[in-house]
Protein backbone atom coordinates (compact mmCIF):
# COMPACT_ATOMS: atom_id res chain seq x y z
CA UNK A 1 0.00 0.00 0.00
CA UNK A 2 1.49 3.16 -0.94
CA UNK A 3 1.93 6.28 1.83
CA UNK A 4 -0.96 8.92 1.52
CA UNK A 5 1.98 11.35 0.79
CA UNK A 6 2.57 9.89 -2.20
CA UNK A 7 -0.77 9.01 -3.23
CA UNK A 8 -1.16 13.28 -3.34
CA UNK A 9 1.86 13.59 -5.28
CA UNK A 10 0.93 11.06 -7.65
CA UNK A 11 -2.62 12.83 -8.13
CA UNK A 12 -1.39 15.95 -8.11
CA UNK A 13 1.01 15.31 -11.05
CA UNK A 14 -1.25 13.26 -12.98
CA UNK A 15 -3.71 16.40 -12.68
CA UNK A 16 -1.43 19.23 -14.03
CA UNK A 17 0.38 16.73 -16.43
CA UNK A 18 -3.11 17.06 -18.50
CA UNK A 19 -3.41 20.59 -17.69
CA UNK A 20 -0.21 21.77 -18.90
CA UNK A 21 -0.79 21.76 -22.27
CA UNK A 22 -3.78 23.88 -22.33
CA UNK A 23 -2.77 26.53 -20.26
CA UNK A 24 -2.95 30.00 -22.11
CA UNK A 25 -1.09 33.45 -20.72
CA UNK A 26 -4.59 35.02 -20.07
CA UNK A 27 -5.61 32.33 -18.18
CA UNK A 28 -6.71 32.85 -14.27
CA UNK A 29 -6.38 29.92 -12.33
CA UNK A 30 -8.54 29.13 -9.22
CA UNK A 31 -6.39 27.52 -6.53
CA UNK A 32 -7.86 25.39 -3.54
CA UNK A 33 -6.67 24.32 -0.28
CA UNK A 34 -4.88 21.63 1.40
CA UNK A 35 -2.42 19.21 1.33
CA UNK A 36 -3.26 17.54 -1.67
CA UNK A 37 -3.50 21.22 -3.73
CA UNK A 38 0.20 21.98 -1.77
CA UNK A 39 1.25 19.09 -4.04
CA UNK A 40 -0.39 20.41 -7.10
CA UNK A 41 1.12 24.21 -6.37
CA UNK A 42 4.75 22.35 -6.40
CA UNK A 43 4.07 21.15 -10.18
CA UNK A 44 2.91 24.77 -10.99
CA UNK A 45 6.01 25.95 -9.52
CA UNK A 46 8.06 23.78 -10.94
CA UNK A 47 6.96 24.10 -14.97
CA UNK A 48 6.31 27.70 -14.50
CA UNK A 49 3.66 27.68 -16.96
CA UNK A 50 2.22 30.74 -18.58
CA UNK A 51 -0.50 31.96 -16.96
CA UNK A 52 -1.85 35.74 -16.38
CA UNK A 53 -2.61 35.42 -12.07
CA UNK A 54 -4.28 32.87 -9.16
CA UNK A 55 -7.09 33.24 -7.08
CA UNK A 56 -6.87 31.36 -3.68
CA UNK A 57 -9.46 29.73 -1.42
CA UNK A 58 -7.36 30.68 1.32
CA UNK A 59 -4.88 32.64 3.51
CA UNK A 60 -2.45 29.96 3.41
CA UNK A 61 -2.61 29.01 0.00
CA UNK A 62 -2.15 32.87 -0.53
CA UNK A 63 1.01 32.12 1.31
CA UNK A 64 2.16 29.39 -0.44
CA UNK A 65 1.74 30.87 -3.65
CA UNK A 66 3.06 34.10 -2.73
CA UNK A 67 6.60 32.36 -1.52
CA UNK A 68 6.85 30.69 -4.63
CA UNK A 69 6.48 33.59 -6.69
CA UNK A 70 2.92 32.75 -8.41
CA UNK A 71 1.40 35.69 -9.23
CA UNK A 72 -1.89 36.20 -7.18
CA UNK A 73 -5.20 38.63 -8.16
CA UNK A 74 -7.66 39.78 -6.02
CA UNK A 75 -11.08 37.21 -6.69
CA UNK A 76 -12.89 41.31 -6.86
CA UNK A 77 -11.08 41.92 -9.77
CA UNK A 78 -11.41 38.57 -11.71
CA UNK A 79 -14.45 38.27 -13.84
CA UNK A 80 -13.86 34.54 -14.71
CA UNK A 81 -11.17 31.57 -13.50
CA UNK A 82 -10.77 29.07 -16.38
CA UNK A 83 -10.01 26.17 -14.04
CA UNK A 84 -10.49 25.55 -10.32
CA UNK A 85 -7.97 22.69 -9.02
CA UNK A 86 -9.26 21.59 -5.16
CA UNK A 87 -9.25 18.22 -3.31
CA UNK A 88 -12.13 17.05 -1.12
CA UNK A 89 -12.97 14.90 1.86
CA UNK A 90 -15.70 13.02 0.50
CA UNK A 91 -16.54 11.83 -3.31
CA UNK A 92 -19.72 10.18 -4.52
CA UNK A 93 -20.51 8.58 -7.64
CA UNK A 94 -22.30 11.59 -8.92
CA UNK A 95 -19.50 13.67 -8.51
CA UNK A 96 -21.05 15.32 -5.33
CA UNK A 97 -18.28 16.40 -2.73
CA UNK A 98 -18.25 17.28 0.90
CA UNK A 99 -15.43 19.65 1.53
CA UNK A 100 -14.15 21.94 3.90
CA UNK A 101 -12.66 19.98 6.33
CA UNK A 102 -9.57 23.20 6.22
CA UNK A 103 -12.15 25.56 6.64
CA UNK A 104 -12.31 27.27 3.28
CA UNK A 105 -15.83 25.73 2.52
CA UNK A 106 -16.70 29.32 1.66
CA UNK A 107 -14.01 30.80 -0.87
CA UNK A 108 -14.08 27.37 -2.20
CA UNK A 109 -17.74 27.23 -2.97
CA UNK A 110 -17.20 30.93 -4.82
CA UNK A 111 -14.23 30.23 -6.48
CA UNK A 112 -15.87 26.73 -7.89
CA UNK A 113 -18.90 29.14 -8.98
CA UNK A 114 -16.75 31.57 -11.15
CA UNK A 115 -14.61 28.33 -12.48
CA UNK A 116 -15.27 27.22 -16.85
CA UNK A 117 -14.05 24.04 -14.95
CA UNK A 118 -13.89 22.75 -11.78
CA UNK A 119 -10.84 19.74 -11.42
CA UNK A 120 -11.06 17.70 -8.28
CA UNK A 121 -8.01 15.78 -7.08
CA UNK A 122 -8.56 13.12 -4.53
CA UNK A 123 -7.32 9.66 -3.50
CA UNK A 124 -9.36 6.64 -3.67
CA UNK A 125 -10.16 6.53 -0.01
CA UNK A 126 -12.13 9.95 -0.46
CA UNK A 127 -14.85 7.96 -2.87
CA UNK A 128 -18.20 6.73 -1.36
CA UNK A 129 -21.28 5.33 -2.09
CA UNK A 130 -23.23 7.76 -0.12
CA UNK A 131 -21.40 11.11 1.54
CA UNK A 132 -21.95 11.84 5.14
CA UNK A 133 -19.17 9.55 6.95
CA UNK A 134 -17.43 12.86 7.14
CA UNK A 135 -18.88 15.09 9.14
CA UNK A 136 -20.61 17.70 7.24
CA UNK A 137 -18.49 21.77 8.08
CA UNK A 138 -20.95 24.06 7.50
CA UNK A 139 -19.69 28.04 8.08
CA UNK A 140 -22.09 30.08 10.85
CA UNK A 141 -22.16 33.87 11.83
CA UNK A 142 -20.55 33.65 15.40
CA UNK A 143 -23.57 35.60 16.35
CA UNK A 144 -25.97 32.20 15.65
CA UNK A 145 -24.16 29.37 16.13
CA UNK A 146 -26.12 27.78 18.98
CA UNK A 147 -29.27 28.31 17.27
CA UNK A 148 -27.71 26.72 13.78
CA UNK A 149 -26.47 24.26 15.45
CA UNK A 150 -29.98 23.31 17.54
CA UNK A 151 -31.55 23.46 14.13
CA UNK A 152 -28.61 21.13 12.73
CA UNK A 153 -29.91 18.31 15.37
CA UNK A 154 -33.32 18.62 14.72
CA UNK A 155 -32.71 17.90 11.36
CA UNK A 156 -31.03 14.69 12.21
CA UNK A 157 -27.25 16.08 12.67
CA UNK A 158 -24.95 15.91 16.04
CA UNK A 159 -23.33 19.48 15.39
CA UNK A 160 -19.74 20.16 16.79
CA UNK A 161 -18.57 23.07 16.99
CA UNK A 162 -14.98 23.43 15.82
CA UNK A 163 -12.32 25.49 17.34
CA UNK A 164 -10.90 28.63 15.82
CA UNK A 165 -12.14 30.62 13.09
CA UNK A 166 -12.18 30.66 9.78
CA UNK A 167 -10.58 33.55 7.25
CA UNK A 168 -13.80 35.10 7.23
CA UNK A 169 -14.31 35.41 11.10
CA UNK A 170 -16.93 32.81 10.89
CA UNK A 171 -17.31 29.91 13.01
CA UNK A 172 -17.53 26.13 11.66
CA UNK A 173 -19.66 23.63 12.72
CA UNK A 174 -18.91 20.33 12.21
CA UNK A 175 -22.18 17.80 11.73
CA UNK A 176 -21.77 14.37 11.97
CA UNK A 177 -24.71 12.08 11.51
CA UNK A 178 -26.13 12.70 8.25
CA UNK A 179 -26.74 10.30 5.20
CA UNK A 180 -26.63 12.92 2.14
CA UNK A 181 -28.36 10.35 -0.14
CA UNK A 182 -29.61 13.84 -1.63
CA UNK A 183 -27.16 15.73 -1.70
CA UNK A 184 -29.40 19.15 -3.41
CA UNK A 185 -31.54 18.60 -1.04
CA UNK A 186 -29.52 18.96 1.96
CA UNK A 187 -26.78 21.74 0.44
CA UNK A 188 -30.42 23.73 0.14
CA UNK A 189 -32.40 22.32 3.45
CA UNK A 190 -28.91 23.93 5.58
CA UNK A 191 -28.16 27.18 3.82
CA UNK A 192 -31.59 28.31 4.40
CA UNK A 193 -31.28 27.79 7.73
CA UNK A 194 -30.96 31.03 9.04
CA UNK A 195 -26.97 32.71 10.13
CA UNK A 196 -25.44 30.10 7.78
CA UNK A 197 -23.28 31.07 5.80
CA UNK A 198 -22.65 28.00 3.35
CA UNK A 199 -21.95 24.31 3.92
CA UNK A 200 -19.17 21.97 2.58
CA UNK A 201 -21.45 20.12 0.38
CA UNK A 202 -20.73 20.99 -2.97
CA UNK A 203 -23.92 19.81 -5.08
CA UNK A 204 -24.55 22.53 -7.22
CA UNK A 205 -21.15 23.48 -8.44
CA UNK A 206 -19.58 19.69 -8.56
CA UNK A 207 -16.47 19.36 -10.66
CA UNK A 208 -16.38 18.06 -13.99
CA UNK A 209 -13.27 15.89 -13.89
CA UNK A 210 -11.67 13.79 -11.14
CA UNK A 211 -8.16 12.82 -10.71
CA UNK A 212 -8.34 9.48 -8.43
CA UNK A 213 -4.66 8.67 -6.69
CA UNK A 214 -5.04 4.49 -5.88
CA UNK A 215 -2.95 2.18 -3.54
CA UNK A 216 -1.92 0.31 -7.01
CA UNK A 217 0.01 3.87 -7.98
CA UNK A 218 -2.25 4.62 -10.81
CA UNK A 219 -4.25 7.05 -11.23
CA UNK A 220 -7.77 7.28 -12.72
CA UNK A 221 -9.09 10.34 -14.73
CA UNK A 222 -12.87 10.42 -14.32
CA UNK A 223 -15.14 12.91 -16.29
CA UNK A 224 -18.83 13.46 -15.03
CA UNK A 225 -21.68 14.00 -17.50
Given at each position: MMASDVL???????????????????????????????????????????FACAVSSSLQT??????????IADINDVSEVMVYID?????DPSFALIKGGGGALTREKIVASMARKFVCIVDESKMVDCLGEFSVP????????QPVA????????????????????????????LKIDDPEYWEQTINDIPGVVTTGIFSLHRPQEIFIA????SVDHRVGH
Open positions: KQKVAEAAYTSLERFIQPNWVLGIGTGSTVNCFIDCLARSNPPSDRLETLNINGADEVVEVLPFAHTKLGKLGGNPKLRAGLTDNGNCILDVGGKVDG
